[in-house]
C-alpha cells in the first residue's frame, strides 16, 4: 500500500544532456531526451545560459508552435521576442513570459547581449488537454518586479511564480495543468518544506549548490523527480542550494509530438505541417 501521507521521494534523478537548438543555441536538457521522453504534463526542460555570446547569439529565429504552452523564465541577460499576435518586447532578469501556443502560433526569441555577456535561464514546455490545443493562442509576460517573494524563515527565500506557497499567489494564472512554479534558494543546512500532493507530477531542478531532495544527494545541474507522497522536503548541504520546483497536473492523453508541435494523433501533426505548407498555419492573430 501507498502511504499517501509520507514525503515525497525521488525516483529519478537525471543529469542534463548537451544540447544545440534553434540556430546554434547550446543549451543543457533534462526533459525531452532519450532518457526521458515526457513528464506527463511537461515535455520539455530547458537551461540555457553561458558567458560566452557564441553559445546563444543565433538565438531562435520565427518558428510555430501548436499544442502546448511554453514559460521561459530569465536569470540573467535579455531576449527579444516577436510574435503573430503582434507582441513584441524584452524579457530580462527575473522576468517571465508565459506563452500559450493553442492553434498556432510563430514567434521568434532572439538572445540579447548584456554588459558582462551573460545570458542565463529556463524554457518549459507544458502540454495542453486535447479540448485546448487548438484554443486562441495567448501570450503573458510577467516582470520580475511582480512576483511575490516569501521568507518564511531565516534561510529560506522562495519567489512564487506560479501556485500558491506561505499564503502568496504567483501572479501566472489560467494555466490548464494548474502548475506550482517555485524558484528557491537556501543557504547552507537549512530545510525547506512544501506540500505538494501525489496526484500532481513534480520535479526540482537544482541549478546550485548541492543538497539532500527526499532522500537522493544531487549536486547542480540535476533534475529530480519526485514520487508518491503528499510532501517535498530539500534541505541544503554545505554551500547552500538553489532550485526550481514545479508540479502539475497529469493529462494521462496520448501524445504524438514532433518538433515544435505536440498535438494527441500522427494526423493532427500532419495537419499542422499542412497548415504550415499551405499558410492556414497561424488561425488567431
Ligand atoms: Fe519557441
Redesign the pocket.
Known amino acids: 500500500m501507498i502511504n499517501k501521507d509520507a514525503i515525497r521521494k525521488v525516483t529519478n534523478s537525471i543529469e542534463p544532456t548537451q544540447v544545440m537548438e534553434g540556430a546554434g543555441v547550446r543549451l543543457r536538457r533534462s526533459i525531452a531526451t532519450r532518457q526521458l521522453d515526457y513528464l506527463d504534463p511537461f515535455l520539455l526542460f530547458d537551461h540555457f545560459g553561458s558567458h560566452d555570446p557564441e553559445d546563444y547569439m543565433a538565438g ?1 529565429p520565427m ?1 510555430p ?1 501548436r499544442g502546448i504552452e ?1 514559460v521561459t523564465y530569465m536569470q540573467a541577460g535579455s531576449v527579444r521576442h516577436t510574435d503573430s499576435l503582434g507582441n513584441s518586447g524584452v524579457i530580462s532578469t527575473g522576468d517571465i513570459q508565459w ?1 500559450t501556443a493553442g492553434g498556432g502560433i510563430m ?1 521568434e ?1 532572439m538572445p540579447q547581449q548584456g554588459a558582462d555577456g551573460h545570458m542565463e535561464g529556463f524554457q518549459l514546455w507544458v502540454n495542453l488537454p486535447a479540448k485546448l490545443k487548438m484554443s486562441p493562442p495567448r501570450y503573458q509576460e510577467i516582470l520580475a518586479g511582480t512576483i511575490p517573494e516569501a521568507a518564511p524563515q531565516p534561510g529560506i527565500r522562495v519567489k512564487v511564480i506560479a501556485g500558491e506557497y506561505a499564503g502568496l499567489h504567483g501572479p501566472v494564472t489560467e494555466i490548464a495543468a494548474d502548475p506550482t512554479y517555485l524558484d528557491v534558494a537556501l543557504e547552507p543546512g537549512v530545510t525547506f518544506t512544501t506540500v505538494i500532493t501525489s496526484d500532481h507530477t513534480a520535479f526540482a531542478y537544482l541549478y546550485f549548490g548541492d543538497g539532500d531532495f527526499g532522500g537522493v544527494f544531487a549536486s547542480s545541474p540535476r533534475l529530480l523527480i519526485f514520487g508518491e507522497g503528499n510532501s517535498i522536503q530539500i534541505k541544503a548541504d554545505k554551500i547552500g542550494a538553489k532550485f526550481l520546483l514545479i508540479s502539475g497536473k497529469p493529462l494521462g492523453e496520448p501524445i504524438a509530438r514532433y518538433g ?1 508541435f505536440v498535438m494527441n494523433t500522427q494526423q493532427e501533426i500532419m495537419e499542422a505541417l499542412k497548415d504550415l505548407r499551405e499558410g492556414t498555419f497561424i488561425k488567431h492573430s
Do not use: N, V, Y
Open positions: 531562435f518558428h508552435h511554453t506563452m514567434h526569441e515544435p
